[in-house]
């Protein structure tokens, strides 16, 4: 199997690990797969020994909070995409810190509807609390906005 093959498999698998790859090939469409599936860096074969002891030490130093970081922008993003329409018009007003009531008055809808797509927006994203969900959020947009998960 070679290392595209292999990238692709650990993506399918929701796998991310740190990546480092050595490639005989430059060719700007390896690269830019390899970066789409999360590639820390990209070196050509041989690589220069500095270049890679460079390399592998970011890999040790950074790898394991960008995984997680990786994974919990993976999780945000198969959770939005699971939101119905109503509940994605929902989820913007509690990351706001509304209550159910205030975004019953925001959107004109009940505020027993409302109260329920809240509910069903928390649950989805498996929390209990619109505090936890918004601190799920905040770890994640420390280093990017939100709004990239679309």
Do not use: W
């Not at 041989?46 to 997680?68: D, E, H, I, N, Y």
């Not at 994974?71 to 959770?79: E, K, N």
């Not at 975004?103 to 009940?110: E, K």
Request: with cysteine; net charge positive.
């Amino acid at each position: 199997m070679g290392g595209l093959e292999l990238l692709s498999h650990l993506a399918d698998a929701e796998q991310t690990l740190p990546t480092l790859v050595l490639s005989g090939s430059d060719a700007v469409a390896n690269v830019v797969t390899c970066m789409k599936h999360g590639v820390v860096n990209f070196l050509p074969k041989p690589p220069q020994f500095g270049a890679l002891t460079k390399m592998a030490a970011t890999l040790v130093s950074q790898g394991p909070p960008a995984a997680r970081e990786r994974r919990i922008s993976q999780h945000l993003r198969a959770c939005r995409q699971k939101l119905t329409q109503r509940e994605a018009e929902v989820l913007p007003l509690v990351l706001e810190g509304l209550t159910p009531a205030q975004v019953a008055h925001s959107l004109g809808i009940r505020p027993r509807t409302a109260h329920i797509h809240c509910a069903n927006v928390l649950k989805t994203f498996g929390v209990e609390t619109s505090s936890e969900l918004i601190r799920l959020i905040l770890i994640r947009s420390s280093r990017q906005e939100y709004t990239d998960l679309d």
